[in-house]
């Protein structure tokens, strides 16, 4: 009983430290890990630091959503929640947005467990399958996004700013100004933040009353087959090299129309949790990190065995249950004080933020990549299409790099 309690109080420190990570805007579990591994004496065991550490990365991946939906200060995995969150803070319905990511988030913790007991032998033989048609999916949908605009003005807007932050996404990816463990976080918050807070704050945009009901205005069908899709693709995500969770978000909201705001957040939470889950257990599944997470594992225990993926699935599904209810704690207190405040000057503060944080980690030539992708998502919002297009950045060098011309 005394061992577990121990792993108990480690997992919750683990949730502790997540739920600071995942306010903070940029700041990700890759970022600290480091830190974390030279903490390794002050733990008991491995094991325990292990547990620390996944408790860290799936509490973070529910909190992330906060900063991204009431602040528009996205990370990677939450870049594309800004937009539809954004929507639904503006009509009120802030509080509902997140608790749709902690529905999508939690239900995809089972559906993506059961999918991984069932399939597990089969990964490795449907990556070797898949490997040579990724890049021909992956431009098809491109082609559906930028002809979903249907009005041929809108799909040459399309095209130009695709293929715009494309090559931006080509050149800024493969910098040696900025390493690639950073450069993603100077290129999103340009794109998808820091363009969408200009925006705001020269609008002098103030944020409505909200609602804090439990009514969701979205079916169950549309839940549940959101859900699946999110587990699926995450799942997918995790399995396969040069596709990251911005790409599969996009892909699976135009192949399984799931675009609406309420379907996409739901969506894109269930590939973020999903791929978190299979990242943490990739050693045991296809004997290779998937992420940075699953690299400090492997550098702390040196692989795992079947029992001990059965125990780290305990502290998964404890950590993703905490994390549920902190995140809707605060979904119910945050915006009661952001409609107290002058919405200008947080959104000014949050500005000055991003910015500092872009220069702190990425130093001058992130400001360079930062300012050129907000150029590039001033763009898009001027010439009045999706911002989906501006995940060009990453299609076109995923399509690149799985065509072989990289």
């Known amino acids: 009983m005394r061992y577990l309690i121990d792993f108990i109080l480690v997992s919750l420190f683990g949730t502790a430290v997540g739920f600071g990570l995942g306010l903070l805007p940029g700041m990700h579990i890759n970022n ?39 602040l ?14 954004h929507k639904l803070l503006f009509e009120g319905r802030g509080y509902e947005a997140i608790k749709l990511t902690v529905i999508g988030a939690i239900l995809s913790v089972f559906i993506t467990l059961v999918f991984i007991f069932f399939f597990a032998n089969y990964f490795s033989k449907l990556y070797g399958f898949s490997r040579p048609y990724i890049h021909y999916v992956i431009s098809l949908v491109a082609i559906i996004m930028i002809l979903s605009e249907k009005k041929i ?3 040459l807007s399309a095209t130009l700013i695709f293929f715009m932050s494309g090559i931006f996404g080509v050149l800024s990816l493969n910098s040696p100004i900025v390493s690639q463990q950073n450069v993603l976080f100077p290129v999103l918050s340009g794109l998808f933040g820091l363009s969408l807070l200009l925006i705001s704050f020269s609008q002098k945009s103030k944020i409505p009353v909200q609602q804090f009901d439990n009514q969701m205005n979205i079916s169950k069908m549309n839940l549940f087959k959101s859900v699946i899709l999110g587990s699926f693709a ?9 596709i990251g969770v911005s790409q599969a978000a996009t892909l699976v909201q135009y192949l399984g129309s799931t675009g609406e705001a309420r379907n996409f957040l739901v969506t894109l939470s269930g590939i973020n949790i999903s791929n978190e889950i299979f990242s943490l257990v990739s050693l045991f599944l296809v004997n290779n990190p998937r992420s940075g997470a699953s690299v400090a594992i492997e550098k702390i225990l040196g692989g795992l065995s ?27 207190r945050i915006p009661k004080y952001l409609e107290k405040i002058n919405y200008q000057q947080l959104t000014f503060v949050i500005i000055v933020f991003l910015i500092s944080m872009v220069m702190l980690m990425t130093g001058f030539g992130g400001l360079l990549i930062l300012f050129t992708s907000v150029s590039i998502g001033l763009l898009c919002n001027f010439l009045g299409i999706r911002k989906s297009h501006c995940m060009g950045v990453l299609l076109l060098p995923s399509i690149l790099f799985f ?3 990289s």
């Open 403 to 405: 065509a072989g011309l």
């Open 234 to 242: 995450g799942v997918l995500v995790g399995m396969l090299p040069a």
């Open 306 to 332: 079947a029992n001990d993926v059965v125990f780290f699935v305990g502290f998964i599904c404890f950590s993703a249950g905490i994390a549920a209810l902190i995140t809707i704690f605060m979904a119910k």
């Open 153 to 155: 003005k809108r799909i």
């Open 72 to 85: 528009g200060a996205p990370e990677e995995e939450t870049a594309l929640s800004v937009l539809p969150g």
């Open 32 to 70: 600290v890990l480091p830190v974390f591994i030279s903490l390794s004496l002050f733990f008991s065991s491995p094991m325990h630091l292990t547990v620390f550490i996944i408790s860290v990365a799936i509490t973070q991946t529910f909190i992330s959503y906060i900063p991204s939906i009431f």
